[in-house]
């Protein structure tokens, strides 16, 4: 029926189930704002999936002459949806410098209804930044 979702309620319940309806399932691109990073390219692969109100996003930026860098507290804007107002956030973001080594990058996700990611350490020298990173909408 039209707007009432996918019940699950025949299953099993695990305790402190809060409910059984899946009411919301979408993926798309998505297009991210970038602030203090340079010489991006491409954006190679921005997707989302949002089920329920978990979204996740993956992020694929590319520098093609390998000089991306990031300056002073680097943010990704523009993401797909607002947050629940909750710092309950899951994420990996690396990026691969010239010789192709990964690097793990320190970062938070800046809660609200046009959530960021702030990512906290600059580096030089880079020719991708890949980032999954999920989240809870309201």
Not at 2 to 15: C, E, K, L, Q
Not at 35 to 42: E, G, K, L, Q
Not at 57 to 77: C, E, F, K, P, Q
Request: aromatic content about 10%.
């Amino acid at each position: 029926t039209s707007g009432t979702g996918i019940d699950f309620s025949a299953t099993s319940d695990a305790s402190g189930m809060t409910s059984e309806l899946l009411d919301d399932y979408e993926e798309g691109d998505w297009t991210p704002s970038l602030t203090n990073i340079s010489n991006v390219t491409a954006n190679e692969y921005c997707r989302y999936i949002k089920i329920g109100n978990s979204v996740t996003v993956y992020m694929n930026l590319l520098s093609s002459s390998n000089n991306m860098s990031v300056s002073s507290v680097a943010t990704i804007a523009g993401l797909p949806f607002g947050t629940d107002g909750q710092q309950v956030t899951t994420m990996a973001i690396q990026y691969m410098n010239s010789s192709f080594n990964m690097n793990f990058v320190p970062a938070y996700i800046q809660p609200g209804s046009s959530p960021s990611v702030k990512i906290t350490s600059g580096w030089s020298s880079g020719r991708h930044l890949c980032a999954v990173i999920n989240y809870f909408t309201s």
